[in-house]
């Protein structure tokens, strides 16, 4: 409970109140209810006030600075790379480096590698990973609802498995970066785009943030529809892998974009919709980056449809999809 005085009526309201500071804030009970001690807690700070209501039994606090070593789950530090930030910026670090500068500078005077059989292998291990994720996240959808209310995190199995199943998610980002070290071997130099580059980052550093600060079942939805179109995603490249004589066949490639924009249109109602309806959602900070990191990715897919196959219907697309792109500030 937050106190703010500043009429005189609250000021004569507080008299029946016992109060308790609590690190920035102060902490309320009404003596009505024969309270003889109270327990606040705000963030790293715990105060207590005894039975005579004047006097602090306790007030301890640590370290308030933000331990970016910590998780809010103890488990996920168990995990490999979620201990500390330092490995995940160290990966990404030596992915952009060489995409944009060691690998273009080194393929130069090289003619590009076909990697058929390589391909092969990576985009079929691709789609059984998404496949997985996409059973994983179905049984937890049909655990939660569609856009459930219930605190799932509060429960050690519901929990347990949520967490799971989101850094078998972030794993997946990881590994996803060999797309653009494959489009560097073989000189798809036009595949790397500044699209590219944002998506694939961000997804690593953005869902590791998440899982380790503020996991949440909120994001369950995303890692569900984003798996099921990676399972169609990869198993185009995998086809199309095998060369000219295959890839003619392949006229699907400009539905696969509009599944992409779907999915990104779908992630940011049905996320705005749990935010808003959820017993515990997350921080407001952490829903509005989200909703607009995802709008942000749609603007730019919108841009690469509109370059690629239709201006008309891409912007007809971007007109009735921007709107519900940011949670709203609330009065």
Not at 80 to 97: D, H, N
Not at 267 to 276: K, W
Not at 301 to 307: A, E, G, H, K, V
Request: with cysteine; hydrophobic share 45%; proline share 4%.
């Amino acid at each position: 409970m937050r106190w703010t005085i500043d009429s005189k009526e609250q000021v004569e309201k507080l008299s029946e109140v016992i109060l308790v500071p609590c690190g920035l804030d102060v902490c309320g009970s009404p003596i009505s209810k024969g309270v003889t001690c109270i327990v606040c807690i705000f963030g790293e700070t715990t105060a207590a006030i005894g039975y005579n209501m004047n006097s602090v039994l306790g007030l301890t606090s640590k370290n308030p600075s933000w331990d970016l070593n910590k998780s809010k789950f103890e488990e996920i530090d168990d995990l490999p790379f979620m201990a500390s930030l330092g490995p995940v910026l160290t990966i990404l670090a030596v992915y952009l480096v060489f995409v944009m500068k060691i690998g273009p500078v080194f393929m130069r005077k090289r003619q590009g590698y076909k990697l058929t059989y390589t391909l092969l292998i990576y985009n079929a291990v691709q789609v059984a990973i998404s496949v997985y994720l996409v059973y994983r996240f179905f049984m937890d959808l049909l655990m939660m609802g569609l856009v459930p209310r219930h605190c799932y995190m509060d429960e050690g199995p519901s929990r347990s498995r949520i967490l799971f199943s989101t850094y078998l998610y972030w794993t997946a980002k990881l590994t996803e970066l060999l797309d653009t070290v494959f489009f560097v071997l073989r000189k798809k130099d036009k595949q790397i785009t500044f699209l590219h580059l944002y998506h694939h980052t961000v997804m690593v550093i953005g869902t590791w943030a998440l899982l380790k600060y503020w996991p949440s079942h909120t994001l369950v939805f995303i890692g569900f529809l984003n798996s099921l179109v990676h399972v169609f995603m990869y198993t185009y490249y995998g086809l199309a892998a095998l060369g000219p004589n295959v890839a003619k066949y392949l006229t699907w490639k400009k539905h696969m974009t509009k599944f992409q924009l779907v999915q990104f249109v779908s992630i940011i109602v049905q996320y705005v919709m749990t935010v808003r309806v959820s017993e515990c959602p997350p921080a407001k900070g952490v829903a509005i980056f989200v909703s607009c990191n995802t709008g942000v990715i749609l603007i730019l897919f919108l841009n690469f449809y509109r370059q690629s196959y239709n201006k008309k219907k891409a912007v007809k697309l971007l007109s009735e999809a921007i709107p519900a792109m940011c949670i709203p500030k609330e009065d």
